[in-house]
């Protein structure tokens, strides 16, 4: 990997960051428990209990990949950056570019 395509990898994560730290904040609210003695009806507080399940799988989603984006555009300028960890071979940059926080190439990842 050159240093452009490292250049353009790091700007990537780095907007990708941006977006899930907003995407928490905004789930981070809708995880809020419903008060017992809100006036919501039985369905209704049903259907809102199951977004906020929805919605806190989404966030612990967000926090994770969140996670692992920020370790490597930590990692993004170290030699072994974009190598498979399993076989050594270089990941694509296709692969990097949609997924950044890879570790494996798509053979090892199957």
Do not use: H, W, Y
């Not at 907007?15 to 907003?22: D, F, G, P, V």
């Not at 008060?35 to 369905?43: E, I, N, T």
């Not at 399940?53 to 967000?62: D, Y």
């Not at 994770?64 to 030699?79: I, N, Q, T």
């Amino acid at each position: 990997m050159n240093a452009k395509e490292r250049a353009g990898l790091r700007r990537r994560m780095e907007e990708e960051i941006t977006t899930l730290r907003e995407t928490i904040a905004a789930l981070e609210t809708q995880v809020d428990p419903v008060a017992p003695d809100a006036a919501v009806g039985r369905l209704s507080r049903l259907d809102t209990m199951q977004s906020q399940a929805i919605a806190g799988a989404s966030l612990t989603n967000s926090r994770r990949r969140l996670l692992r984006l920020e370790l490597a555009v930590r990692r993004v300028d170290e030699a072994d950056f974009g190598l498979c960890e399993d076989c050594g071979e270089p990941i694509p940059v296709a692969r990097l570019l949609a997924m950044p926080e890879s570790t494996l190439c798509v053979r090892c990842a199957q």
